[in-house]
């Protein structure tokens, strides 16, 4: 965001939706000048005109990652992966979490608090993030009968399309075995005849 406010003629813009609920209340409510500077001069547009604006140049558009990642991989992405878009790497974080809801005093509350930091830290839920995006991406190129390669359904197709192991794939190991067994046979006659 420091980029953005220090930016020469520089816009930014969100969409409209994100008005109600915690993301203006982020906005509104940040101590930080920066945040309150991005917030003052936010245009509200809808998706494809701030599209059209970023394609022009010097206009950038404030949104969730997890949102906007997935349409530019089905709308703008080319057949190598190719987009003319970055999106950001530095985040800022609106929602805290996202919570659950357990009947009070549930004995299985403490387990099933440490079974979710666990999940988050070993990076398996950013990976169910990740197919979730994949499978909305080919999805949606489904769709509209595309056929294109995009990274997140390569990344989705490695993780859970795997190939079922036939004879061929395992010859390797059987020659592997025989050869151990007929030198292990080999050996223990010679042991026996010689010894």
């Known amino acids: 965001m420091r980029d953005l406010v220090k930016a020469d003629k520089w816009e930014w813009s969100t969409e409209p939706w994100l008005k109600k609920g915690v993301p203006i209340q982020y906005f509104t409510t940040h101590p930080d000048p920066v945040v309150q500077e991005i917030y003052a001069k936010m245009q509200w547009l809808e998706l494809e005109k701030a599209v059209q604006k970023v394609m022009k140049g010097r206009f950038s558009m404030i949104i969730y990652e997890n949102y906007i990642a997935p349409i530019i991989a089905t709308r703008y992405t080319d057949l190598r992966g190719r987009t003319p878009f970055y999106i950001s790497k530095e985040t800022f ?28 830290d070993a990076g398996i839920i950013a990976q169910w993030t990740q ?65």
């Open 131 to 195: 197919e979730v995006m994949a499978n909305r991406v080919r999805a949606e190129k489904g769709d509209k009968k595309i056929e294109s390669f995009d990274v997140l359904n390569e990344i989705q197709k490695e993780y859970t399309s795997g190939i079922p192991l036939g004879v061929g794939h395992l010859q390797g190991a059987f020659i592997l075995f025989s050869f151990g067994s007929v030198v292990g046979l080999l050996s223990f006659v010679m042991e026996f005849f010689f010894a």
């Open 93 to 120: 974080p609106v929602m805290a979490s996202v919570g659950w809801s357990f009947r009070k005093g549930l004995p299985i509350y403490r387990r099933m608090n440490e079974l979710m930091h666990s999940l988050r």
